[in-house]
Nanobody, 118 residues
Framework: QVQLVESGGGLVQPGGSLRLSCVGSGFTFSGYSMGWVRQAPGKGLDWVSD????????YYADSVKGRFTISRDNAKNVLYLQMNSVKPDDTAVYYC???????????WGQGTQVTVSS
């Protein structure tokens, strides 16, 4: 079955950087678009970024454009989110997810907590 395991979260100061990783298994990793979604305390899910299966096309929410970079290593089955110039508003649990052929997110990881605070 599909498994997604995120790592790399933690406490970071405003203006700092963090790199999240998501290891996928149980599916043909390079065959699917994937993305990152976050959930801040007491709020709903907030889409952050997407990348196509080959890693050629990337998409970002306006709130993170220019600060975050999504990438993937299909040889290692790993999805990344490089977070630079982080802000307190970036505090959230970050989930990686796999897009189904219908376009929805069909499988999710367990999430990794990112806290931006001085």
């Amino acid at each position: 079955q599909v498994q997604l395991v995120e790592s790399g979260g933690g406490l970071v100061q405003p203006g700092g950087s963090l790199r999240l990783s998501c290891v996928g298994s149980g599916f043909t990793f390079s065959g699917y678009s994937m993305g990152w979604v976050r959930q801040a305390p007491g709020k709903g899910l907030d889409w952050v970024s997407d990348i196509d299966g080959a890693g050629h096309a990337t998409y970002y929410a306006d709130s993170v454009k220019g600060r975050f970079t999504i990438s993937r290593d299909n040889a290692k089955n790993v999805l990344y989110l490089q977070m630079n110039s982080v802000k307190p508003d970036d505090t959230a649990v970050y989930y990686c997810a796999v897009r189904t052929t219908g376009g929805d997110f069909g499988s999710w990881g367990q999430g990794t907590q990112v806290t931006v605070s001085s």
